[in-house]
């Protein structure tokens, strides 16, 4: 019995420690197209060094613009193939309601990978004080 209380002790100081491990990340993101490549790169760079980090990019304002179907950059770059990879490695994409509403943009013509806060900047702060998020704006 000790040693089966012993050996549960020590699977979970090991679950705890791997858990602290684990960097998370907000990256705040209220600038437009031209500068979502750069951005998304940063993340892919960020994912290779440290596969285990967990990252949540909030965007507003200009920010939600590369998160709009067929978005592209002056280059002529889409970016729904590298968010759509990014999210199937767990990279949330979070979009500001308020921005939404006062550009009076349909909720149906972000990518599907996107998720809708009530507010970008409320999100970004919430994850940081509630969460432990680092902050980040690239």
Do not use: W
Not at 13 to 28: F, L, M, N
Not at 67 to 79: T, V
């Amino acid at each position: 019995m000790k040693k089966a209380l012993i050996a549960i002790a020590f699977a979970l100081t090991s679950v705890v420690a791997a858990a602290q491990d684990i960097v998370k990340v907000v990256y705040h993101v209220n600038t437009g197209v031209e500068t979502a490549a750069a951005i998304l790169n940063n993340i892919t760079n960020e994912l290779k060094a440290s596969p285990t980090d967990k990252i949540v990019v909030v965007t507003h304002g200009p920010g939600i613009d590369f998160l709009i179907s067929d978005a592209k950059d002056s280059k002529g770059r889409e970016f729904s193939g590298q968010v759509s990879d990014l999210a199937s490695r767990g990279v949330d994409f979070r979009v500001c309601n308020n921005t939404l509403e006062t550009r009076k943009i349909d909720p149906a013509k972000l990518l599907m990978e996107t998720k809708i806060v009530p507010s970008g900047v409320a999100e970004v702060a919430r994850l940081q004080a509630r969460e432990g998020f680092v902050y980040l704006k690239p």
